[in-house]
C-alpha cells in the first residue's frame, strides 16, 4: 500500500541552526514528491517538488530536499532556521503518469519548534 | 502559484443544522478538487475527490450523505455538512487541480474553521 511517513513528530532547533526532516515512502514506483508548510490556522504553502530529473531539489525561502531512490527519502532540508519558520511540515507523494490523478498522500506531519 | 479562496474562513453553527463551504480557484481552471479534513494537531485526510460535472468519489468511511459535494464549474465546488454535529468541528481544506497543468501540484485554499455548539 502507498505510504507516507514522517518519524519525527517534533522537532526544536534554535533560531540559525540547521534543519533536516526526514520522509520515507512507499510507492510501486517513483512518485512526485512534495514539501509543504502550514503555519497555524491556514493553509497549505508549497516548499518544493521532485517530478525527476536532478534529485536535489531548490525551493522556495532557502529549503531544499534530495530525493533518494535506493532509500525511499526525500529529507527537507535547510541550512539555518528562522524563528518565524516554526510550524508543520508534511510530505506528500502522487501518482505519476497514468497513475496521476492529483491525489496526494500525506505524511503525518512534524511539527518544527524554533528556540531563540 | 494558482490561488484558490475558501469561504467563509469560519463559520459557528448549531448541531443540527447544515453549513456549505466554497471552494474557488481564481485564476485557472480546475478539473478536479479535493476536500480534506484535518483535526488538531493531525494530518490532512482527504474525505472526497470532485471532477467538474461528475459525481464526487468519496474515500472510504466518509460518509456521502453528510458531506455533499458538488463541483458545478470548473472553478467552484461546495462542500455542504448536513445536520452537523460537534464531532463534525474540524478545519476543512479544499484544493484544486489540473491534468492540463503543467506543474501537476494541487493548489491549496485557506481552510475553512468549522465549529458546531
Known amino acids: 500500500a502507498q505510504s507516507v511517513t514522517q518519524p519525527d513528530i517534533h522537532i526544536t532547533v534554535s533560531e540559525g541552526a540547521s534543519l533536516e526532516l526526514r520522509c520515507n515512502y512507499s510507492?510501486?514506483?517513483?512518485?512526485?514528491l512534495f514539501w509543504y508548510v502550514q503555519s497555524p490556522g491556514q493553509g497549505l504553502q508549497l516548499l518544493l517538488k521532485?517530478?525527476?530529473?536532478?534529485?536535489l531539489v531548490q525551493g522556495i525561502k532557502g529549503f531544499e530536499a534530495e530525493f533518494k531512490r535506493s532509500q525511499s527519502s526525500f529529507n527537507l532540508r535547510k541550512p539555518s532556521v528562522h524563528w518565524s519558520e516554526a510550524a508543520e511540515y508534511f510530505c506528500?507523494?502522487?501518482?505519476?503518469?497514468?497513475?496521476?490523478?492529483?491525489?496526494?498522500?500525506f505524511g503525518q506531519g512534524t511539527t518544527l519548534q524554533v528556540k531563540p | 502559484g494558482a490561488v484558490v479562496s475558501q469561504h467563509p474562513s469560519r463559520v459557528i453553527c448549531k448541531s443540527g443544522t447544515s453549513v456549505k463551504i466554497e471552494c474557488r480557484s481564481l485564476?485557472?481552471?480546475?478539473?478536479?478538487m479535493f476536500w480534506y479534513r484535518q483535526f488538531p494537531k493531525q494530518s490532512l485526510m482527504l474525505m472526497a475527490t470532485?471532477?467538474?460535472?461528475?459525481?464526487?468519489?468519496?474515500e472510504q468511511g466518509v460518509e456521502k450523505d453528510k458531506f455533499l459535494i458538488n463541483h458545478a464549474s470548473l472553478t467552484l465546488s461546495t462542500l455542504t455538512v448536513t445536520s452537523a454535529h460537534p464531532e463534525d468541528s474540524s478545519f476543512y481544506i479544499c484544493?484544486?487541480?489540473?491534468?492540463?497543468?503543467?506543474?501537476?501540484?494541487?493548489?491549496f485554499g485557506p481552510g475553512t474553521r468549522l465549529t458546531v455548539t
Open positions: 484544493s484544486a487541480f489540473s491534468l492540463g497543468t503543467p506543474s501537476y501540484e494541487q493548489y
Open positions: 510507492y510501486g514506483a517513483t512518485p512526485y
Open positions: 521532485y517530478f525527476s530529473g536532478d534529485t
Open positions: 506528500a507523494v502522487g501518482g505519476v503518469g497514468s497513475s496521476n490523478t492529483g491525489k496526494l498522500i
Open positions: 485564476d485557472f481552471q480546475a478539473t478536479t
Open positions: 470532485s471532477n467538474e460535472g461528475s459525481k464526487a468519489t468519496y
